[in-house]
């Protein structure tokens, strides 16, 4: 256990903090609600993006910036956007020394200054399907702030689409959510579930929202990423119409889906341990870390040549060579475990005359996870070692997720489950009976899978007839 | 000439507004002051940043991000920075439904809030230098707004260093200037001068800028990046002390250095023409594009086929193929002239017949920048002729620059100069002179150039002895 780092099982939260803060992830801002993302959380969140980037473009998308700065009418032009969102405006009263004649929201998400923008863009099926994405900064005010889970500003993509038809713009919904799925399953090792939203958790002005849920290791879950569903709302709110191939003027079908950095909130809770964190092989921005260990000045040179000899070979992945002078190797393995580098290379003098060295994986802290490799087999065997390390961060989150997820059959051992874990029960449909849950044990109705049973059941709360199983879950 | 497109010699700022408008680079924000960047400009400022970001890393940066809003109090402790961007600010009074205790000023720059951070991050030498950039968006209430310009909000990377010494401080604002110079001249091939500033054209709080600055089509500058050297003054403001190798403690050197979308009007003034934008080949989003031309559906396949296997030959490049239907070529062929797309591949039956393709030059229009190539050639020359645009581009830029750059002997001569370009000369170094040329002519000092004749002369404006030549002109 590192130094000074709260057992996870004694203090989810206090661990949590602990992590991200010494790992040099992020700090607290001295603004409020507000984080500093360091240099190794953002090299974090490069990699995210860039995997992201690529998929979005893949499928067809353009990146775009649209402003900062909202002005309140036009949040008004959607009733339950604007009620949803004025809560948690940030408010620009003030520019160039004067009062404004119209105050300025800055932008909590951007459906309301791109519509106006797509109004003036679209005038015919063919400037569709408009497929745009924007990385961006956004503001939300937050009461009681935690680093990448709460902040009052974050980053994050919010892509925007405006599509001919209503089979189109579904299509977009389900394809992005499969690009979100499929990323936080095989980069950052992270199972989820996909599913629809109840009415009470959409985002506001939306006819639909899906998202994957994630748990996390204290069993509680976390929306990983939401894609949205506007029908033609937003394009009535905002006039977004184009003329068909029949001559007819028709509104716009339109969608938003996003993820943000609160997703790295979510990876330092899955696979983190009371050693620090666990990145994944394939998002963590440095993969292998290189140890060199001497005592004297000869043998020094020596493992010094052997390791920019190793370096060279590794070629292709993020590797770090710790060689600093006044740490010992020991707080330098601390170190490196705390932050969560999935492989570390170990090699001294003996290792360099027998021409082996040591492998030390991060997800199997301790002797049984180390391994003795000679330098000739080092490169195959240390990207065998990361992928084995990515399948096995997956395995191990599934396993904990299945054993945490119950499917009870009644209200007492449904208030025990969603104590511990993932509910998966029947649901009535009623907001009264969500409504109950929320109040009994602070638990929401996370999704309702996709993947439903064949029959219907009874509901857990009340005991009608239901149609749907859906997750009920204490969430981030 | 493209249709509607006011020509450059009539009214350069209307033809810079039309461009940067119908290639679709950037569009008016409905909100005052502020510009979406569509995403063909955007894709451009991609390939901006990625250079850059390649370079930061190149020379030990590592990129973070520090939050969008600034306490007041925080500004006000340094009183020069304060003043000089008090009058620009934006200010957010109300979040979360209340009016805060404190406003917050929306960032017009980031030293106030990273200073506190590096105050706190740094204690030891041994932590030194702190080699960080950001890139974000930062506001400057901008009374009249244009795009790219002067817009309330732009983009931008903001590099901020703290060192242990006044002498590494130096080197890395040297480094940094010589880094924008680089990449100004060989990827945007935008020729540039660099110098430090007049004490009145300093950002606000520090002790020297430097800048490179670059000629646009109409004569005018552009400062196309500064560099910032802070001296001891922002470490004592925000109390920024390390503690030595000897055991005193010491204020930091600190220094930072930015790059804006900006950059992007620069591109655009220094190359387009009465057709439109021409991009450089080593930033254009799209470097060559192929317009495929046919009339009945036999040749529409063979030609088509053709494309295909040309668009695989020219692997590594960006490559548009423009096969849509209902738009003639010649339409065609004018849109990505406007659209400024460094290489146009034209091929029609009768090319696919004889086994060739002809190359149109976008930086030579017309017959005479047209050639026939070999299908068998293509890939090379198709690489080579993208790089003899980019030589070219540059050289025109120089050779522009050269002849509109005066060293007038009398003020007569100069007023002349700066009318219609760069104007070298001697000047005293007087805030008086300098002030009398703002007056009567509108053109300031840019900079003072690094490279200096050897003897002295006499001020252009005072006649007083002066040491140093600076290149006065108007600007942007």
Redesign the interface.
Known sequence: MAEGLTPRGQDFSRWYNEVVRKAQLA?Y???RG??????Y???L??NIREELDERFKETGH??????????IS?LEKEAEHVEGF????????????KELEE??A?RPTSEA?IG??YA?WIQSYRDLPVL?NQW??V?R???RPRLFLRT??F?WQEGHTAHATRREAEAEIQRMLDVYADFAENMAAIPVFKGRKSKRETFPGAAATYSIEAMMGDGRALQAATSHDFGQDFARAFDITFQDADGELRHCWTTSWGLSTRFIGAIVMVHGDDRGLILPPRLAPIQVVIVPIWKDEEARSAVLEAVRKIEAELDGLSVKVDDRENFTPGYKFNEWELRGAPLRIEIGPRDVAARQAVLARRDVPGREGKEIVPLDNLSDEVRRTLDAIQQALYQRAQQFRDSRTAEPEDYAAFTDAVAEGFARAWWCGGAACEQKVKDETTATIRCIPFEQPAAGGKCIVCGKSAEQQVIFARAY
């Open positions: 700090d801002a001295p603004v507000c984080m500093v993302i360091r240099p959380g953002y090299a969140w490069e353009e990146n775009a910036y649209f402003p900062l700065f909202i002005p036009f004025s809560p948690e405006l940030a408010v620009v009263t003030h520019g160039g020394g105050s300025l800055v200054v106006p923008m003036r745009i961006a900064n503001v005010w937050e009461m009052t500003e980053l």
